[in-house]
Structures are given as C-alpha cells and as structure tokens.
C-alpha cells in the first residue's frame, strides 16, 4: 500500500496593466496576460520624451519634495435660489519643482461643503494629477496630488502622491449682493505636506524559480484512453502463460511467458537455477522452488506524443509483483495453468492500482441487489411561488445499501409545484460525477409528487460475481412516503413553502430487472475517463485569470487605507476542479509599508459564501493549497497539495 500525495509548485508572471480615471479617484486594473516571467530590477524607468514640458517624479530624477504657494486668491459668495454659492480661484505653485497650475471650481458650490475639483491642467499627462479644496468656515486650502509613473516593462506601475493643508491669512472682504474677497500677494510663505513614494521590498520572502511553458500547450489533459499509458497506470498486470519446471540432479529449469496488460507485449523467461535472472534486458524474474512464488521486476516505457503534443514523448514505468503459482507435478517436471500476476508500479509513482468501475467489488453487492434499498440521508422541497410563476426544486441525499454509491440529486420546475404544471409524475435524471467507465456508470432517476408527497428512484448499477453467480447489470427501484416538516418563507416578491425530511429515511424498493455479464466483464475493463492520477503524474498544470483593482488615491481617505482587490482568479487543477479568490486588502498594495510581497495566502474564497466559487472536486481532493502575488514584479506563485483515488479508492 502506498500513499499518493501530489505537492507542485508552479510561477508565473507578466501583469499588463491599463489605467482608468473616474471623479476623484485613480483605479489602475492588471490581468495576467500570460505565463512566463520577466526579470525586473524595480527601479523607475525614465521616458524624458513623455515628460519634456514639466518636471515629475516619473522622469526627473531631482524631483523634490513639492513646496506649495498660493497667489492671487479670490473667493466669491453670492445668494441664489438655491441659497448661498460661492467660486474659488487661485494660482498654485510648486516652488521646490518650478511649476505652477491654475486651480479655479468649474461651478457654483455651497460654501458650506465646497467639493474637491481638478486643478487646470488636468487633462495634461505631463502634470500630476491635482484636485483642491477650500474649506470656507476654517478658512483652509486643502491640496492633493498624484503621478502615476507607468513602466517600460509593463509591470504595476509607480503612484508618488502629495498632501498638503494651509490656513490662509484674514481676507479682504467686500460687501455689497455679491461678496468678493481676494488675498494680496504680500509674500504668503510656501507650505509642505506629506509626500509619498512607491515602496518596494520585493526581495522578501521565498521565491520559485518559475516552470517553463510547454511550447506547444493546449488546454486539454491526459485521459485514461490513451493506449499504453492509461493502461500502464491501471492494469501493470502479467498474464503467466505455459509455466513449466523440471528439476535434474538438483539444477532447476524454468520456461515460461510474461504477458505484459499495459503494452500488450511478451517476454520469454527460460533460464536454469536459483535466484534472479535476466529475460531480456528489461525484464528480470525469480522462481522459489520451494514455495511456487513467481517474482517479477519489469520496465517498459510508453510513447504519449500522438494523444499529448506537448507531454514527455516517452514515459518509463516499472512495476514488480510476486505471485503464488499452483503446481501440478509429474515426478521432476511441474506445469502451472495459466494465471495473472498482480503488478505494484515502482516507476513513475509508487502505486498498487485497484480499478473498477463504481461499487462492483462493494462485498454483498449481488446478494444485496436482490431486495435493494437506499438510505435517504437528506431531503429538501421547496415550492415557490413568485407572482404568476409557480415553480419547485428539490435536493436528495442517497446512498444505495447494495454497492454503497453515494450522490446528490437536485431537480427543479413547475412539475415540482403542487399547482404549477399538472406532469407530477415526471422523473429528473441525476447528474453523475466524472467516471472513466463510461459503459459501467451508475444513473439514477428521481421523482417527486408534489400533490402526494411520494418519492421515487429508479437506478441502474453493476455488480462483480462469485464463485455462484456471474457479474450483472442490475436495474431496481422503490418509493417512499416522506414524511416532511413544511414552514412558510415570505418576502416581498415571493413565497416559498420549505419541506424538509424529520431525519434520516431507508427506501424499500424492488429489483425489477438483473441482466448477467461475462465473467471477465471486470477483469480487466479498459478506462476512459479523466485520471486525476495521469494529469498530476504527468503534466501537472493551472489556469489562472488574475485581475487587480487598486485605489491609488482618494482625497477623503488617508494613504494607510489603500487596499488592492484581487478578484476572480480561476485555478484549474488536475482533478478538473476550481477554485475562486476574492481578496482585499493592504498587503497586495506595493507602494504601502504594510505591502507583504512574500507573504504567501491560502486559497480560500475571502469576502465569498462558504459554498461559492468552489467545485466538489476541489475541496473533496484539495489538502492544502497557497497561492504569492508580488504586483510590483509581476510575479505570482502557486502552492497546491492534494491526492488522487481514482487508481485505488481505498489507499488514495
């Protein structure tokens, strides 16, 4: 018995990103563009030619720390309708950096809750983006800049932002309808903020050397049809075919055939004496003489490139087995009927397959079938009602007694309702997990009638034989009275009546047809599906759509409360499950203090309900999973641990 646990880790990065400016607030989005990686030195790349007319921390490198003035103010007040408005103008200048801009409200506004509004020239890409505010009871000039300084490379780009608040000297106020006060130039002093620069400390922390991208990857994964492969990974199996010994003056001689199950392929081992022996030179074997055990060590290798371009052309595997052999003897010379050696893979992975389809080797499963039932675990019915609209839904928890298959049934329409649609005697077939025996898959149809309160089921399923019976193909059926709790769920655009079963129900039903199956039928039944346990040996892979949202700046917040959202993130894995992220905060944020770019997050659905944006597959195979995003680099890592059963469900 072995244990099989996957754990990969997996980078990539290349983060494209645009930018979007709405009011007062500068959003910068990324998606991951594609997967690869590109070295970056973090360091602020200068375009002299973008940036001639004005200075600016993007393309200067002496920009300073802005020093701000204020000349020829001027506040208007007048009395509307409307009430009081007023109009502010002033002329803003950036001693420290020799620029000046004209900042002027576009329109009327209280006075009392006086807006921020753009500094002129806004639209200009060679001046910071700059909004001001006058706060009239206090008397109080309020200023904020930002430069978004994009890179050459195309990785999260650059937000210097300045602060500032000055209170200004006594006005010179005229009366009269309107009141006009202007502030004389008579050598205002200069005043300072806060100014912030982009952090970086993207050396933090454990980093992966990125994998390499598959020149010719495709979105498809291995299945278990593939010829050989598929095979190798399920049957490493021997037929031993023709054994013969014979034993003269103490010397053993052995002939026999090895019938590879992966390869199709045979060996001939004939050799004399004890211990191990070279058949050709991939397969060795070793016959006891005294306890008729046949050993076997084999390797063979499989040729993947006509169902996967992109895949290792050739795949080793080596298994082994040690198999019990009947004799039957003639003096010296012995003869063993034709059997079949179990095999162990060693190679890729150490495993011992145990593959059938579902619930046919479940001890009692034939015996069981005769008189079949289910245990009905879960039972929820809703009827709905919505204005003219009448429908139902219902959710089934069951498991058959017989071969133990456990599933969930959901069905929902109008015949679901007791008065919607007058078909209560409709059945809903059931969806069925992935399932590599396509041709021995357990279906189930359910039936609710919403007037009597009666559930059905009808299922097909297989059984294995015995040393009595042959496999069958099994199909039985069964009804039961439910017994309900019913409570009433109202709101403004709908009721709905929610039925739920008082615990846990066994439905007594009837085998009403049993069809017999060769006696091989499961000996050996050719896979078909997907192989968690081929796609995470072979070619481990995830898709990731990565989209950022990051707040740059806000005037009524401060610097500290920016956050990053990182939303939507889908991460395909080998068990073909999901996983959907939903994260905001600080620590994604690469120009902030608190930014944590080696901090690595689990992949759980934050801000999400507990049941959303998550397949069964994924948190049914899924042990840990991590995921390590560094926007200021574009770099983005994958942790994931999880385990296959689908080669041997009872050791995953």
């Given at each position: ?280 030179n991939t397969t060795e074997v070793k016959f006891d003489g005294v306890t008729f055990k046949l050993s ?25 087995a040690s198999s019990g052999l009947s004799l039957e003897c003639e003096e010296s010379n012995c003869y ?317």
């Amino acid at each position: 018995m072995y244990s099989l646990i996957y754990k990969i880790f997996t980078a990539a990065c290349l983060i494209s990103p645009g930018k979007s400016v709405n009011d007062n607030t500068v959003h910068v989005k990324q998606r991951l563009s594609s997967i690869g990686w590109e070295k970056s030195n973090n360091t602020v790349i200068r375009d002299d030619n973008n940036f001639a007319e004005n200075p600016s921390p993007c393309s200067d490198l002496s920009f300073k720390q802005p020093d701000y003035q204020i000349n020829d103010f001027q506040f208007n007040r007048t009395t509307t309708e409307r009430g009081e408005r007023g109009l502010v103008h002033f002329d803003l200048e950036d001693v420290a950096n020799n620029y000046s801009l004209t900042c002027t409200t576009p329109y009327l506004q209280d006075p009392n809750n006086f807006m921020w509004n753009d500094c002129e020239p806004a639209e200009n890409s060679t001046y910071p983006k700059t909004i001001f505010q006058y706060i009239v009871d206090q008397n109080r000039i309020a200023i904020s800049q930002t430069w978004v300084c994009e890179l050459e490379n195309r990785t999260f780009p650059h937000p210097y932002m300045s602060t500032a608040e000055v209170d200004l000297p006594s006005l010179e106020c005229a009366n009269a309808t309107a009141i006009e006060c202007i502030l004389r130039d008579n050598g205002m002093p200069t005043f300072g903020g806060k100014y912030t620069m982009p952090v970086w400390s993207s050396n933090e922390g454990e980093r992966i050397q990125p994998s390499p991208n598959p020149p010719n990857a495709t979105a498809n994964a291995p299945w278990n049809e593939t010829p050989c492969v598929g095979l190798s990974f399920s049957y490493p199996n021997w037929d031993v075919e023709n054994f013969t010994s014979s034993s003269t003056d103490g010397d053993v001689s052995v002939r026999f055939h090895l019938r590879n199950h992966a390869n199709n392929q045979t060996t001939t081992c004939d050799y004399q004496g004890s211990g191990w022996h070279q058949c050709d030179n991939t397969t060795e074997v070793k016959f006891d003489g005294v306890t008729f055990k046949l050993s076997i060590n084999q390797t063979w290798t499989c040729n993947a490139t006509d169902k996967w371009s992109y895949y290792p052309d050739l795949i080793n595997f080596r298994a082994v087995a040690s198999s019990g052999l009947s004799l039957e003897c003639e003096e010296s010379n012995c003869y063993a009927p034709n059997s079949v050696a179990k095999g162990s893979l060693i190679e890729p992975i150490e495993l011992t397959p145990n593959v059938a389809p579902d619930g046919v080797d479940v001890p009692g499963c034939l015996e069981n079938s005769v008189s079949p039932s289910w245990e009905v675990t879960s039972f929820i019915w809703n009827e709905i009602y919505r204005s003219s609209r009448k429908v139902g839904n219902v959710t089934v928890v069951m498991r058959n007694l017989a071969n133990d298959f456990n599933l969930t049934c959901e069905a929902q329409g109008e015949e679901l309702n007791a008065e919607g649609s007058e078909d209560h005697e409709r059945w809903w077939g059931c969806a069925s997990a992935n399932n590599p025996f396509d041709d021995f898959r357990v279906t189930t149809l359910i039936q609710l009638n919403p007037v009597t309160q009666e559930f059905a089921t009808k299922q097909t399923w297989y059984c294995n034989g015995n040393d009595l019976e042959p496999p069958a193909k099994i199909i039985g059926n069964g009804t039961l009275d439910t017994a309900l709790d019913c409570s009433w769920k109202n709101s403004t655009y709908e009721n709905v009546r929610v039925c739920q079963a008082t615990g846990p129900q066994i439905l007594n039903g009837t085998q009403e047809s049993r069809t017999d199956l060769p006696r091989d039928a499961f000996v050996e039944v050719p896979p078909k599906g997907y192989s968690c346990t081929i796609s995470s040996v072979t070619a481990p892979k995830w898709r990731v759509t990565l989209q950022t949202d990051t707040l740059y700046t806000d005037p009524l917040t401060s610097t500290n409360d920016f956050s990053t959202r990182l939303y939507d993130p889908i991460t395909a894995t080998p068990f073909s499950g999901y996983q959907m992220v939903d994260y905001e905060g600080p620590s994604l944020t690469p120009f902030l203090n608190v930014s944590e770019p080696g901090r690595w997050y689990e992949c759980k659905n934050y801000g999400r309900t507990e049941n959303d944006g998550s397949s069964s597959e994924w948190a049914r195979n899924t042990l840990d999973c991590r995921w390590q995003l560094d926007l200021a680099t574009g770099y983005f890592a994958l942790n994931h641990t999880w385990f296959c059963d689908d080669k041997d469900p009872e050791h995953p």
